[in-house]
């Protein structure tokens, strides 16, 4: 058996019948493309998010109110409202013997129309405390952050976000205009260094104030979304959450572990368990894009069925003359393979191509999007391929093996 002539008879089978060459490899090539786009889009979400995650900080670490058990995270992340976490908790961090946590701030969050002349924006507000350029390794761009003397009196300023301070005010300068939050009038001190669209959040599109104002006169509450503290050294990080777990157990008087009422966790932990949520989503979505595979491997198997009842004569004619049932076998296995392969190498090109648009939109709308094309998923693309004309194959191959000779030198 001639391998090459086995190839060739393939390309000359999708050249004579070409609409229904491309349907049958339409499933393939469909296929091969799900995957890859899939594979890269995963590892780029993945990325992005790790990325965003790490720019926290490793020696970071967040509170948030609620327990953390071992299948489900706080309620309060699902945006369930829960008042124990209070702005003395974040305070008391940083007093008794406390050896490792160096700033902390508090965060309160809310919404709503801010007004600028005859300009308005609807906005995310942001309470925080005066150590939060630390604890966020932020910086100002314009202007000042607001000091601790004014977030203890209550101060009516803000800071603004790069993209909002673009959106309010253009090319003019927003520093000491004031704009109005909530019916209230707060005086712009200061301007943040643009940081770039983030997939969880965006920094440049909120607004900062003072987080006892945000309390008291935008929001009329008396407790935090979360408080976040920065640790001295990064591999101390796991001895300060001991010490906030003490603190705060003592503060809301808790004596088991089990009764917590809020959550302490590192950014190590958060890019953990991250990376393990992401991983399970995109092997998820890989076998959801494979069925296309399968479906396609039915259709490479109905078109060699139709091959062998149209080359029956041939094959009659070729076991006349001394080929063997395992030659007849191999010839229609390689024209499977072929045929699937060249349907790998176009679903490979077109899932590139589409990937590279996908990468190119996303960057458009101003994400830190890289375009990911491991070499992992195009072999790994290539081999499936590979493995559905093999495994498809088989049938139609089989049939014509054991087709006897002189019944089909007899057929028409």
Do not use: C
């Not at 393939?28 to 900080?57: H, Y």
């Not at 390794?137 to 993209?163: I, M, P």
Request: proline share 2%.
């Amino acid at each position: 058996m001639n391998v090459f002539e086995a190839v060739s008879d393939s390309w000359k089978m999708l050249a004579q019948n070409k609409t229904r060459s491309f349907l049958t490899m339409l499933g393939i090539v469909i296929g091969i493309a799900a995957v890859i786009v899939v594979m890269s889009v995963g590892v780029s979400v993945q990325n992005l998010i790790l990325n965003e995650v790490k720019s926290m900080g490793a020696n970071t670490a967040s509170i948030v109110p609620g327990k953390l058990d071992k299948e489900n995270p706080p309620s309060s992340v699902f945006g369930v409202v829960i008042t124990t976490l209070k702005y003395e908790d974040g305070q008391a961090l940083l007093e008794g013997d406390n050896p490792f946590i160096v700033s902390v701030s508090s965060y309160v969050k809310g919404n709503d129309r801010v007004i600028w002349g005859d300009k308005k924006a609807d906005v995310d507000f942001y309470g925080v405390s005066s150590s939060y350029i630390d604890v966020e390794n932020a910086e100002v761009a314009r202007g000042r952050f607001f000091t601790k003397e004014e977030e203890d009196s209550w101060a009516r300023v803000a800071v603004l976000g790069s993209k909002v301070a673009e959106d309010l005010f253009g090319d003019n300068d927003p520093i000491g205009e004031k704009i109005k939050i909530k019916r209230s009038n707060f005086t712009i001190i200061g301007v943040m260094k643009e940081k770039g669209r983030g997939l969880v959040q965006s920094q440049d599109q909120e607004i900062l104030v003072p987080v006892k104002t945000a309390q008291s006169v935008l929001l009329g509450v008396d407790y935090v979304n979360m408080i976040r503290f920065k640790v001295d050294k990064a591999e101390n990080v796991d001895k300060a959450i001991d010490y906030a777990e003490e603190v705060l157990r003592e503060r809301h008087n808790i004596d088991n572990p089990e009764d917590d009422d809020f959550t302490v966790r590192s950014v190590q932990e958060a890019l953990e368990a991250i990376g393990t949520i992401t991983l399970a989503v995109r092997f998820f979505l890989v076998a959801v894009s494979a069925i296309s595979l399968i479906v396609g491997g039915f259709g490479i198997m109905n078109i060699m069925l139709a091959t062998v009842e149209e080359r029956i004569n041939e094959i009659g004619l070729r076991k006349a003359i001394g080929a063997k049932n395992f030659q007849i076998m191999m010839q229609f296995l390689i024209e499977a393979v072929t045929i699937t392969f060249i349907s790998g190498i176009i679903g490979i090109i077109l899932g590139v191509l589409i990937s590279w648009a996908i990468t190119s939109i996303v960057t458009m709308m101003g994400y830190k999007w890289d375009l990911v094309i491991s070499l992992s998923s195009i072999f790994l693309a290539s081999f499936v391929s590979i493995l559905i004309g093999i495994v498809f194959g088989v049938v139609p191959a089989r049939k014509a093996s054991r087709l006897n000779p002189i019944e089909a030198l007899r057929y028409e």
